[in-house]
């Protein structure tokens, strides 16, 4: 059984910071790349951040500088350091982990965590 469980989303200011974590269980964690998205009411699911299995990042043009993807592979966890917040990163944030091959590819998602920020 696969489960990916977001964690750490909640209320903040405008400027302020929230660490995401997203621990996922059923995978061989350390091969999966893993991915943080978004989605806003009314608006398409966008990608945030992904972090490959060998450390490698890459964010969105609207989030790099504030926000950073890691990973701790002994903990089975990718986390999400969200900085400088704006009202416009408010959304529900999704973790996700990817394994692809030439002929297959394996998805699967969390819940979802809240995060709101006020003016």
């Known amino acids: 059984q696969v489960q990916l469980v977001e964690s750490g989303g909640g209320l903040v200011q405008a400027g302020g910071s929230l660490r995401l974590s997203c621990a996922a269980s059923g995978i061989i964690f350390s091969i999966y790349s893993m991915s943080w998205y978004r989605q806003a009411p009314g608006k398409q699911r966008e990608l945030v951040a992904v972090?490959?299995?060998?450390?490698?990042?890459n964010y969105a043009d609207s989030m790099k500088g504030r926000f950073t993807i890691s990973r701790d592979n002994a903990k089975n966890t990718v986390y999400l350091q969200m900085n400088s917040l704006k009202p416009e990163d408010t959304a529900d944030y999704y973790c996700s982990a990817r394994m692809s091959t030439m002929k297959r590819v394996d998805d699967y998602w969390g819940q979802g965590t809240q995060v709101t920020v006020s003016s």
């Open positions: 972090i490959g299995i060998g450390g490698s990042t």
